[in-house]
C-alpha cells in the first residue's frame, strides 16, 4: 500500500492516558487531519483557534468541508499540513477569506 492509500483507523488514547499510551495512538498518516492524528493537539492547537474566530471570519460549515474534501485529496497534505505552503489545512480552509496556493479552491 503506498504512503498515498494509508488512512487513520485507530481509536483515540483515553482522556487520562499516560504519554507512552498516547504515542502509541499517533499515527503517522499522510492523508489525515490534525484531528484524526492527535486529537489532543488538534484540540490545543486548532480548535482552540478556531473558537476565537469571529463568526464574520469564518467560512460556513458546507464550505469548510468541501475544501477539507478537496485538501484530503491533494497530494501537498501531509500530516495535517499542507507542503506548499506549511499551514494546517484545517486553519486554512476555516477562513472565509482562505485560499489554496494551488487555487483548488478559494474564498
Known amino acids: 500500500m503506498s504512503e498515498e492509500m494509508i488512512t487513520h483507523t485507530q481509536t483515540p488514547a483515553a482522556p487520562n492516558s499516560t504519554e507512552e499510551e498516547i504515542d502509541a495512538v499517533r499515527v503517522q498518516c499522510r492523508k489525515c487531519f490534525l484531528e484524526e492524528i492527535d486529537p489532543a493537539a488538534y484540540e490545543r492547537d486548532i480548535k482552540r483557534l478556531l473558537l476565537l474566530m469571529e463568526p464574520s ?51
Open 57 to 107: 471570519e469564518k467560512a460556513s460549515e458546507q464550505k469548510y468541508q468541501a475544501r477539507l474534501s478537496v485538501c484530503r485529496a491533494c497530494e501537498y497534505l501531509n500530516q495535517a499540513t499542507c507542503d506548499a505552503c506549511g499551514c494546517y489545512v484545517e486553519l486554512r480552509a476555516a477562513k472565509q477569506d482562505g485560499r489554496c496556493p494551488y487555487h483548488r479552491w478559494q474564498g
